[in-house]
């Protein structure tokens, strides 16, 4: 079955740029998913931040003001999040999940698996 | 879409019932007649894992003491007697349009 893992720098400096990669295993990113990227604060909910479909469609949470990019890199079989000029307020557990697609590409069903996350702190 | 949930905590004795609602700011129902309402656990320590799809369809694998039901903009998580393995943070999403949102999460412990 599909896998997911996040992989990146645990720390990162304010005003820096946030970057991780989720490798997918066990199928392909070619599929009708769309591969996204949610975070959770210490202590705190979930938020979802994007996604990317494997033809590069992206679409984006407004809440990041178009700090964040979503890359796919279909011969690795892998996505990307960039988030640019970063604060203490992006620290978080950084999740990559699998969006299941229903009728239409469009249509969103559901997010499984998920990563198991990774914990990125922002500080000098 | 804004998600509210309660209660926030839940304490339960094990074999007792449980239930979690989960209000929407807005309906979920689209007109394919898909109700996009999604039901999460985060178990400690561990990443969200999927219960509830479409407002009341189980995942696989997931038991059926599990059952989701609502309509709308009123939706509700039901355990029908807890176990000790279902601890952790429930939450509710909307899959309906972007950017999807969660629930604040409840956290349901044993007595």
């Known amino acids: 079955q599909v896998q997911l893992q996040e992989s990146g720098p645990g720390l990162v400096k304010p005003s820096g740029t946030l970057s991780l990669t989720c490798a997918v295993s066990?199928?392909?990113?070619?599929?009708?998913?769309?591969w996204t990227w949610v975070r959770q604060s210490p202590g705190k909910g979930l938020e979802w931040i994007g996604e990317i479909f494997h033809s590069g469609s992206t679409n984006y949470n407004p809440s990041l003001k178009s700090r964040a990019t979503i890359s796919v890199d279909k011969s690795k079989n892998q996505f990307s999040l960039k988030l640019r000029s970063v604060t203490a307020a992006d620290t978080a557990v950084y999740y990559c999940?699998?969006?299941?697609?229903?009728?239409?590409?469009?249509?969103?069903?559901?997010?499984?698996?998920w990563g198991q996350g990774t914990l990125v702190t922002v500080s000098s | 879409i804004v998600m509210t949930q309660s209660p926030l905590s839940l304490p339960v004795t094990p074999g007792e019932p449980a239930s979690i609602s989960c209000r929407t700011s807005?309906?979920?129902?689209?007109?394919?007649?898909?109700?996009?309402l999604d039901w999460y656990l985060q178990k400690p320590g561990q990443s969200p894992q999927l219960l509830i799809y479409l407002g009341s369809n189980r995942a696989s694998g997931v038991a059926d003491r599990f059952s989701g039901s609502g309509s709308g903009t009123d939706f509700t998580l039901k355990i029908s007697r807890v176990e000790a393995e279902d601890v952790g943070v429930y939450y509710c999403?909307?899959?309906?349009?972007?950017?999807?949102?969660f629930g604040q999460g409840t956290r349901l412990e044993i007595k």
């Open positions: 999403m909307q899959a309906l349009q972007i950017p999807y949102t």
């Open positions: 807005q309906s979920l129902l689209q007109s394919n007649g898909n109700t996009y």
């Open positions: 066990g199928g392909s990113i070619s599929g009708s998913n769309w």
């Open positions: 999940t699998r969006g299941l697609t229903g009728t239409t590409l469009s249509d969103v069903w559901w997010f499984d698996p």
